[in-house]
Protein backbone atom coordinates (compact mmCIF):
# COMPACT_ATOMS: atom_id res chain seq x y z
CA UNK A 1 0.00 0.00 0.00
CA UNK A 2 1.13 3.50 -0.90
CA UNK A 3 -0.25 6.41 0.84
CA UNK A 4 -1.34 9.40 -0.96
CA UNK A 5 -2.22 13.00 0.40
CA UNK A 6 -5.43 14.65 -0.57
CA UNK A 7 -5.15 17.05 -3.51
CA UNK A 8 -1.72 15.77 -4.12
CA UNK A 9 0.83 13.45 -5.70
CA UNK A 10 2.79 10.76 -4.96
CA UNK A 11 5.95 9.43 -6.80
CA UNK A 12 6.32 5.65 -6.93
CA UNK A 13 9.73 3.85 -7.80
CA UNK A 14 9.77 0.39 -8.84
CA UNK A 15 13.80 0.01 -8.61
CA UNK A 16 16.41 0.12 -10.69
CA UNK A 17 18.28 -2.78 -12.31
CA UNK A 18 15.60 -4.08 -14.84
CA UNK A 19 15.58 -3.69 -18.41
CA UNK A 20 11.72 -2.98 -19.07
CA UNK A 21 8.88 -1.36 -17.08
CA UNK A 22 5.43 -1.49 -18.03
CA UNK A 23 2.46 -0.04 -15.35
CA UNK A 24 -0.29 -0.50 -15.72
CA UNK A 25 -1.26 3.23 -16.23
CA UNK A 26 0.77 2.57 -19.65
CA UNK A 27 3.59 3.80 -18.43
CA UNK A 28 6.95 2.47 -19.39
CA UNK A 29 9.42 4.67 -16.83
CA UNK A 30 10.78 3.47 -13.78
CA UNK A 31 8.97 5.90 -11.87
CA UNK A 32 5.39 7.44 -12.38
CA UNK A 33 3.58 9.82 -10.55
CA UNK A 34 -0.07 9.14 -9.20
CA UNK A 35 -2.50 11.72 -8.45
CA UNK A 36 -5.24 9.18 -7.67
CA UNK A 37 -6.29 6.46 -5.40
CA UNK A 38 -6.88 2.98 -6.50
CA UNK A 39 -5.10 -0.20 -7.07
CA UNK A 40 -2.13 -0.43 -9.77
CA UNK A 41 0.13 -3.01 -10.75
CA UNK A 42 4.10 -3.26 -12.54
CA UNK A 43 5.47 -5.42 -14.41
CA UNK A 44 9.65 -5.67 -14.48
CA UNK A 45 11.72 -7.39 -16.81
CA UNK A 46 15.24 -8.66 -17.22
CA UNK A 47 17.07 -10.43 -20.35
CA UNK A 48 19.33 -12.85 -19.76
CA UNK A 49 20.34 -13.80 -23.16
CA UNK A 50 17.44 -16.13 -24.89
CA UNK A 51 15.99 -16.29 -21.18
CA UNK A 52 13.28 -12.94 -20.24
CA UNK A 53 12.75 -13.01 -16.43
CA UNK A 54 9.55 -10.83 -15.35
CA UNK A 55 7.66 -10.25 -11.94
CA UNK A 56 4.35 -8.22 -11.44
CA UNK A 57 3.72 -6.38 -8.46
CA UNK A 58 0.21 -5.55 -7.40
CA UNK A 59 -0.31 -2.45 -5.19
CA UNK A 60 -3.00 -0.03 -3.47
CA UNK A 61 -2.37 4.19 -3.18
CA UNK A 62 -4.90 4.63 -0.71
CA UNK A 63 -5.66 8.79 0.21
CA UNK A 64 -4.65 10.27 3.75
CA UNK A 65 -4.74 13.59 5.12
CA UNK A 66 -4.51 16.07 7.76
CA UNK A 67 -6.99 15.93 10.53
CA UNK A 68 -9.71 17.70 10.96
CA UNK A 69 -11.04 18.32 14.86
CA UNK A 70 -14.36 18.37 15.46
CA UNK A 71 -14.91 18.16 19.13
CA UNK A 72 -12.49 18.45 22.16
CA UNK A 73 -14.31 17.02 25.12
CA UNK A 74 -12.70 17.42 28.67
CA UNK A 75 -13.66 15.84 31.75
CA UNK A 76 -12.39 18.59 34.42
CA UNK A 77 -12.93 20.54 38.00
CA UNK A 78 -10.33 17.88 39.69
CA UNK A 79 -6.86 18.38 40.64
CA UNK A 80 -4.69 15.61 38.89
CA UNK A 81 -7.86 13.42 37.12
CA UNK A 82 -8.62 15.77 34.04
CA UNK A 83 -9.44 14.13 30.69
CA UNK A 84 -8.90 15.06 27.31
CA UNK A 85 -10.81 13.80 24.41
CA UNK A 86 -10.02 14.46 20.56
CA UNK A 87 -12.95 13.52 18.40
CA UNK A 88 -12.17 13.82 14.10
CA UNK A 89 -14.40 14.89 11.79
CA UNK A 90 -15.25 12.08 9.55
CA UNK A 91 -13.54 14.03 6.39
CA UNK A 92 -10.64 13.06 8.29
CA UNK A 93 -8.73 10.05 6.52
CA UNK A 94 -5.84 8.94 7.21
CA UNK A 95 -4.04 6.70 10.70
CA UNK A 96 -3.45 9.56 13.12
CA UNK A 97 -1.28 10.03 16.45
CA UNK A 98 -1.89 12.57 19.32
CA UNK A 99 0.39 14.72 21.05
CA UNK A 100 0.18 17.24 24.23
CA UNK A 101 3.67 18.58 23.72
CA UNK A 102 4.05 18.08 19.90
CA UNK A 103 6.95 15.70 20.43
CA UNK A 104 5.91 12.62 21.92
CA UNK A 105 2.95 11.46 20.11
CA UNK A 106 0.35 8.14 21.42
CA UNK A 107 -2.29 6.39 19.28
CA UNK A 108 -5.10 6.93 21.72
CA UNK A 109 -7.02 10.35 21.05
CA UNK A 110 -7.33 10.55 24.54
CA UNK A 111 -5.15 12.39 28.01
CA UNK A 112 -5.56 11.28 31.35
CA UNK A 113 -4.49 12.39 34.65
CA UNK A 114 -3.76 15.85 34.02
CA UNK A 115 -3.75 18.98 36.12
CA UNK A 116 -5.88 22.14 34.92
CA UNK A 117 -4.66 24.26 33.22
CA UNK A 118 -3.94 25.15 29.20
CA UNK A 119 -2.98 22.84 26.72
CA UNK A 120 -2.62 22.34 22.53
CA UNK A 121 -3.55 19.23 21.20
CA UNK A 122 -1.56 17.85 18.46
CA UNK A 123 -3.18 15.89 15.76
CA UNK A 124 -0.52 13.72 13.44
CA UNK A 125 -1.32 11.93 9.91
CA UNK A 126 1.70 8.98 10.14
CA UNK A 127 1.60 9.14 6.38
CA UNK A 128 3.11 12.82 6.54
CA UNK A 129 0.17 14.21 5.10
CA UNK A 130 -0.04 17.15 8.13
CA UNK A 131 0.03 17.90 11.94
CA UNK A 132 -2.91 20.15 13.37
CA UNK A 133 -3.35 21.26 16.41
CA UNK A 134 -5.92 23.15 19.01
CA UNK A 135 -5.60 25.25 22.62
CA UNK A 136 -7.67 23.53 25.17
CA UNK A 137 -8.34 24.89 28.68
CA UNK A 138 -9.12 22.33 31.55
CA UNK A 139 -10.94 24.21 34.41
CA UNK A 140 -10.42 23.83 37.84
CA UNK A 141 -11.42 26.67 41.09
CA UNK A 142 -9.26 27.37 44.32
CA UNK A 143 -9.83 25.38 47.42
CA UNK A 144 -9.87 28.65 49.40
CA UNK A 145 -8.44 32.15 49.03
CA UNK A 146 -7.43 34.56 51.66
CA UNK A 147 -8.50 38.48 50.86
CA UNK A 148 -6.20 39.83 53.58
CA UNK A 149 -4.41 42.72 50.90
CA UNK A 150 -1.44 40.81 51.35
CA UNK A 151 -1.12 40.30 47.37
CA UNK A 152 -0.90 36.11 47.56
CA UNK A 153 -4.71 35.03 46.80
CA UNK A 154 -6.49 37.93 47.87
CA UNK A 155 -9.37 37.05 44.78
CA UNK A 156 -10.96 33.84 43.98
CA UNK A 157 -12.20 32.69 40.53
CA UNK A 158 -12.10 30.32 37.82
CA UNK A 159 -8.92 29.31 36.84
CA UNK A 160 -8.83 29.88 33.16
CA UNK A 161 -12.34 30.81 32.95
CA UNK A 162 -11.23 33.48 30.60
CA UNK A 163 -10.96 30.66 27.72
CA UNK A 164 -14.84 30.40 28.30
CA UNK A 165 -16.38 33.76 27.42
CA UNK A 166 -20.39 32.37 28.60
CA UNK A 167 -19.30 30.67 31.69
CA UNK A 168 -21.11 32.50 35.11
CA UNK A 169 -20.35 32.01 38.49
CA UNK A 170 -22.92 32.52 41.74
CA UNK A 171 -21.24 32.70 44.90
CA UNK A 172 -23.86 31.71 47.99
CA UNK A 173 -22.96 31.57 51.20
CA UNK A 174 -23.28 28.55 53.70
CA UNK A 175 -27.25 28.93 54.36
CA UNK A 176 -28.01 29.45 49.98
CA UNK A 177 -27.53 33.85 50.65
CA UNK A 178 -26.81 35.07 47.39
CA UNK A 179 -23.25 37.09 47.51
CA UNK A 180 -21.94 37.39 44.32
CA UNK A 181 -21.88 36.91 40.90
CA UNK A 182 -18.66 36.55 38.29
CA UNK A 183 -18.15 36.63 34.98
CA UNK A 184 -15.26 35.22 32.77
CA UNK A 185 -13.42 37.77 33.53
CA UNK A 186 -14.00 38.91 36.87
CA UNK A 187 -12.69 37.59 40.39
CA UNK A 188 -14.42 38.29 44.11
CA UNK A 189 -12.41 39.98 46.19
CA UNK A 190 -14.56 38.77 49.58
CA UNK A 191 -16.33 41.43 50.04
CA UNK A 192 -20.26 41.82 50.62
CA UNK A 193 -21.97 45.06 50.92
CA UNK A 194 -18.58 46.93 51.18
CA UNK A 195 -17.66 44.48 53.97
Do not use: M
Request: hydrophobic share 30%; aromatic share 12%; with cysteine.
Amino acid sequence: TVPLCQNSNVAIDAGSGFDTYLWSTGATSQTITVADAGSYSVTVTQNHGNTICSETKNFTVFLSNAATISKIETQDWTDNENVIVVALADTSLGNYEYSLDGITYQDSNTFSDLISGDYTVYVRDKNGCGTINQEVFILNYPKYFTPNADGYNDTWAVKFSASEPTINTKIFDRYGKFIKELSATSAWDGTFNGH
